[in-house]
């Protein structure tokens, strides 16, 4: 996945493959079947580093955030969301 430009706050669609962890025992054959998941996130763009994109689902007027790191080699596709007037 290449490196995407976006300027701060543009709202994005992130598509991409998230780690699970499933607690408690169960057989090795049933263990070897497991995937990970397709997510889908939709944040406001912060910044992206060489490995990670930065995204912010809620920001405050004095810029406080939450912050999900996503790694770049989990994303499946980036795209930029838009809001038409008359489309609420």
Known sequence: MRIHKFDKYTLLE???CDIVERSG???VKE???AECIKVMT???FLN???R???LASTVSKDED???LTIPWGCIYSVKQLGYVDGEC
Do not use: P, Q, S
């Open 14 to 16: 992130v598509l991409w």
């Open 25 to 27: 025992w169960r057989a």
């Open 31 to 33: 263990a070897e079947g």
């Open 42 to 44: 939709v944040g406001y």
């Open 48 to 50: 992206n580093h060489k």
């Open 52 to 54: 990670c994109i930065n």
């Open 65 to 67: 955030c939450n912050v």
